[in-house]
């Protein structure tokens, strides 16, 4: 079982930057796969990036590559986000999941955060 908490969210001007944070809880954390992944209303969600249990594999959504950066640090059981260069498109709920692979389906994560806000103003 592994609970997350997202933060971090917020708004910001286009060509600007937010780390967005993950805290999970579970004693099981540092052997799951972990992904940010984001969703606007009417629209299904999307995968961002995602980063395997020892994190030394990373994938990313070709719309954000090269601009964000997913990392984490299992001893403080923390997933982060570092996203530079926001565009407007940017604009969605950002969420935390857990599962087993990294890997890009929603479908594929057992565990989710309640998502934090992040809007991106042109």
């Known amino acids: 079982q592994v609970e997350m908490v997202e933060s971090g969210g917020g708004l910001v001007q286009a060509g600007g930057s937010l780390r967005l944070s993950c805290a999970a809880s579970g004693r099981d954390f540092s052997s799951h796969a972990m992904a940010w992944f984001r969703q606007v209303p009417g629209k299904e969600r999307e995968f961002v990036a995602a980063?395997?249990?020892?994190?030394?594999?990373?994938v990313y959504a070709d719309s954000v590559k090269g601009r964000f950066t997913i990392s984490r640090d299992n001893a403080k059981n923390m997933v982060y986000l570092q996203m530079n260069s926001l565009k407007p498109e940017d604009t969605a709920v950002y969420y935390c999941a857990a599962g087993r692979m990294a890997v890009t389906l929603t479908r594929d994560y057992d565990y989710w955060g309640q998502g934090t806000q992040v809007t991106v103003s042109s």
């Open positions: 980063i395997s249990w020892r994190g030394g594999n990373a």
